[in-house]
């Protein structure tokens, strides 16, 4: 979340997002966009959340890569006007995850309009209120509205996509948690257990959705500039009292201190959930795989 401070610093100075010229957008270019192979060619995926961040930019990159996706989001205008954007092989539905019902009905709409479902990527999350980080006046109803929305949906996609998946012996069920699952940020605490969460939910059942012929795998992002990264740091720096003292410092100086950390763009995490949905991750099962430019592995270093 450190990093998070830089991306605040960054949308002030109205920095430009990355472009094919960087080094990193050449490696990319060459091995996912440039190229006419699509990786998801014939294949159905519903994605929560995709109205918006990181699940718009997989929604765009599955159906450059040959998929068609429904969008499932509770922005109604905004997840119609994503899927008239990408064109006929997007479509909007209304879902709100936190409703199972909804998520089951989100899956058979793929099943009635395409005749299968191979993908179905449980993205759609909140930040939850603020403070989370004051011990002795914990807010058990943000918790419970956390676990709801960020967590319970991810076994709900697991229960109705394997429903819809098992009678072929072929699907792959993703499941965005967060950097803040591996290492819990203070500040965001109650969202960091939704997240942990979340992995817990994907490596138990990695094993019974493989006796089914199908896989499940969970993403977890570093700070990525979203809409809703962008609302949530200025609401964690205003009302979290324990909040790091170089957050604070790095968002009040903003940067002047600062450091050489990476930003994620959506893209990047789209990328990784290309990879695992594609055919190429077909043994690659229960797995999280964290995109945060190796912050969780070097935090501790960091501290010192
Ligand atoms: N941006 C980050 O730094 C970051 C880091 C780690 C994890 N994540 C996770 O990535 C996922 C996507 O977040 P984002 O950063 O793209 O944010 P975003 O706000 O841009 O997108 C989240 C989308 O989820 C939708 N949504 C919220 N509640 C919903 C509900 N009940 N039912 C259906 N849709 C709902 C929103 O309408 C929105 O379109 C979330 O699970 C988030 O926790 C984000």
Redesign the pocket.
């Known amino acids: 979340m450190f990093r ?1 401070a830089q ?1 605040l610093r960054e949308t002030k100075r109205a920095v430009a997002p990355r472009t094919s010229s960087s080094p990193a957008g050449l490696i990319v270019s060459g091995f996912s966009t440039a190229s006419n192979f699509q990786r998801l060619a014939g294949k159905v995926a519903v994605i ?10 997989t929604a765009a990159e599955f159906v450059k890569n040959g998929a068609k996706v429904i969008i ?4 109604d205008d ?2 119609r006007s994503v899927a008239s954007e990408l064109g006929p092989d997007a479509a909007y539905t209304r ?5 199972e019902a ?1 998520v089951a009905a989100a899956v058979d709409l793929a099943v009635g309009r395409h005749g299968r479902l191979d993908i179905f990527y449980s ?5 939850g209120r603020y403070p989370q980080d004051d011990a002795v006046s914990v807010d058990l109803d943000n918790f419970d509205g956390l676990m ?3 967590a319970r ?1 991810a076994l709900a996609a697991v229960k109705h996509a394997a429903r819809a998946m098992a009678p072929r012996r072929s699907g792959c069920i993703l499941c ?6 591996v290492v819990p940020i203070p500040a965001l605490a109650m ?1 960091s257990v ?2 942990a969460t ?1 992995i817990a939910i994907v490596r138990a059942m990695a094993e019974p959705l493989a006796r089914h012929g199908l896989r499940v795998n969970a993403i ?10 962008l ?2 740091i200025p609401l964690m720096a205003e009302q979290s009292p324990g909040l790091s003292g170089e957050l604070k410092r790095m968002v009040e100086d903003d940067g002047a201190a600062g450091d050489a950390a990476a930003v ?1 763009e ?1 893209e990047d ?1 789209a990328r990784a959930a290309l990879y695992l949905a594609s055919d190429e991750a077909r043994f690659v099962n229960g797995h999280n795989v964290v995109v945060d430019a190796g912050y969780s592995v070097h935090k501790g270093a960091e501290a010192r």
């Not at 499932?72 to 922005?75: E, K, N, W």
């Not at 879902?95 to 409703?99: I, K, L, N, S």
């Not at 965005?176 to 699952?181: P, V």
């Open positions: 998070a991306l929560t959340g995709a109205a918006s961040g990181i699940g718009r930019a499932a989001d509770i922005q905004l997840g879902c709100d995850v936190a409703d909804q993205n759609a999350g909140i930040g709801a929305v960020n949906p965005t948690a967060s950097g803040a699952g969202y939704s997240k979340v977890s992002p570093g700070p990525t500039r979203t809409p809703m990264l609302r949530e994620l959506p995490i």
